[in-house]
C-alpha cells in the first residue's frame, strides 16, 4: 500500500463563471440563514457567520 499525503486545510480556488456566482450565493444565504437562526441562542456565533456573509458577499460582488 502506498502512502498518500493530503494537506490540511487545502482549498480549491473557486472557478469563474456562473458556477462561481451560484456557490456563492449559496453561501451568503447559508451564512446569513445561520445567523438569523443562532442570534437568540449565542451572539458572537451568529456575528461570526454574519462577518462571513459579508466576506462572500465582497466576493460576489467582485465577480459580477
Request: charged share 25%; aromatic share 10%.
Amino acid at each position: 500500500m502506498e502512502k498518500q499525503y493530503c494537506k490540511v486545510g487545502a482549498v480549491t480556488p473557486i472557478t469563474s463563471g456562473a458556477h462561481a456566482i451560484s456557490l456563492l450565493e449559496y453561501q451568503y444565504r447559508n451564512f446569513m440563514d445561520k445567523a438569523s437562526s443562532t442570534k437568540s441562542v449565542d451572539q458572537k456565533l451568529a456575528n461570526f457567520f454574519e462577518f462571513k456573509a459579508i466576506k462572500v458577499k465582497k466576493m460576489l460582488e467582485n465577480l459580477v
